[in-house]
């Protein structure tokens, strides 16, 4: 099946510092998106990207969907600690009807 | 979580009861996923329903677990006699339409039903 691989697995980095994850697939995938969950709650959608090569931002997110259809990457700029959180990566392929999910990254904030 | 509304929010059952998760998506939505995670782990999916039709429940267990979508009211994930491994958090999310490069193909979550079986 579709499998998704996110690195890293887990960060803990000093407020203000920039942050940088990615996730990679054996599939190519006509949809990104990545998701930011806190303890006890859902996963809240940070940035959608539709198309190869698309960058968009959110704010100091900063996501883009790689040229392959193959990985995205999520940057976060000046970390600050709420940032705190998993985030989460999720592809669909252009004929899947789910998303699939990356293991997600676990980010620890400094302050 | 964008409107998709899940309940019960946490739930406790009794090895050998029955547990339904309700799932009232977007307004207007009219696909409805359940995904399932256990502590410290990712997003595993469950089921894709469309109104009165299931999808895909590929990642479904074989045995006691059941979904519906009906015409009217809620999404219903349904684990009869439950076991101590089905404690997890269950999500619920919602889109308006599959297929199309477009917001139509964002998918909103619920914020969770946390089932713990004693």
């Known amino acids: 099946g579709q499998q998704l691989n996110q690195s890293p697995q887990s960060m803990f980095i000093q407020e203000g510092e920039d942050v940088s994850m990615n996730c990679t697939s054996s599939s190519i995938f006509n949809t990104w998106l990545w998701y930011k969950q806190d303890p006890g709650e859902g996963p809240v959608l940070l940035i959608a990207l539709y198309k190869a090569g698309e960058l968009t931002s959110n704010g100091r997110l900063t996501a883009q969907f790689g040229i392959t259809r193959k990985d995205s990457f999520l940057n976060i700029s000046a970390s600050i600690p709420s940032d705190v959180g998993i985030y989460f990566c999720?592809?669909?392929?252009?004929?899947?009807?789910?998303?699939?999910f990356g293991a997600g990254t676990i980010l620890r904030v400094k302050s | 979580n964008a409107g998709v509304m899940q309940n019960p929010r946490h739930l406790v059952r009794r090895r050998g009861q029955e547990a339904r998760l309700r799932c009232s998506p977007v307004?207007?939505?009219?696909?409805v996923y359940w995904y399932r995670q256990l502590p410290e782990e990712g997003l595993k999916f469950m089921v894709y329903?469309?109104?009165?039709?299931?999808?895909?429940e590929s990642g479904m267990p074989k045995e006691r677990f059941s979904a519906e979508f009906p015409k009217e009211g809620p999404s219903i994930l349904r684990i009869q006699q439950v076991v101590r491994g089905d404690s997890a958090a269950y999500f619920c999310?919602?889109?308006?339409?599959?297929?199309?490069?477009?917001?139509?193909?964002?998918?909103?979550f619920g914020e969770g039903s946390w089932l713990t079986v004693v």
């Open positions: 307004k207007g939505h009219s696909h």
């Open positions: 329903l469309q109104k009165e039709n299931i999808i895909d």
């Open positions: 999310a919602s889109s308006p339409m599959v297929g199309q490069r477009s917001s139509g193909n964002t998918i909103y």
């Open positions: 999720a592809g669909r392929t252009e004929y899947g009807n789910k998303l699939v």
